[in-house]
């Protein structure tokens, strides 16, 4: 059972168990600088914090492998190796934006749907 399945089926969600990434790896966690918020499952909130909870959920996405995945997944993957932490935050925030699970934008695109059903009823 994967980390979104298990976080949504209790209707709970957590940070990814201790048998993540970096747990294995024996390192320590590299933390972004401010969190990347979006919505997991069936439109729970979440905070991804790290570079290998950003790790997790593009392992586990079940969506379109997109190129904005695979540059998000390539720049993750390298910091997990000793790259950038910060540009593997941005191509995590652009691939949820591409997404439709970026937090903040997916709020004002379901209102804005919303209310446009709402005025054309």
């Known amino acids: 059972m994967t980390f979104l399945q298990r976080s949504v089926g209790s209707l709970v969600l957590g940070k990814p168990d ?44 079940v969506g379109s492998r997109s190129p904005t995945h695979a540059q998000a997944f390539a720049a993750v993957g390298a910091a997990l190796n000793g790259g950038s932490v910060s540009v593997a935050r941005i ?23 919303a209310a446009e059903e709402w005025l054309s009823a």
């Open 18 to 61: 201790n048998l993540g990434i970096a747990q294995k790896r024996g390192s320590p966690m590299k933390p972004f600088a401010k969190p990347v918020s979006i919505f997991v499952g069936l439109g729970f909130p979440m905070d991804v914090e790290s570079v290998e909870e950003a790790y997790e959920i593009l392992n586990e996405w």
């Open 91 to 113: 191509s995590f925030e652009a691939f949820a934006r591409r997404a439709g699970i970026l937090a903040p934008e997916a709020l004002e695109l379901a209102a804005a749907k």
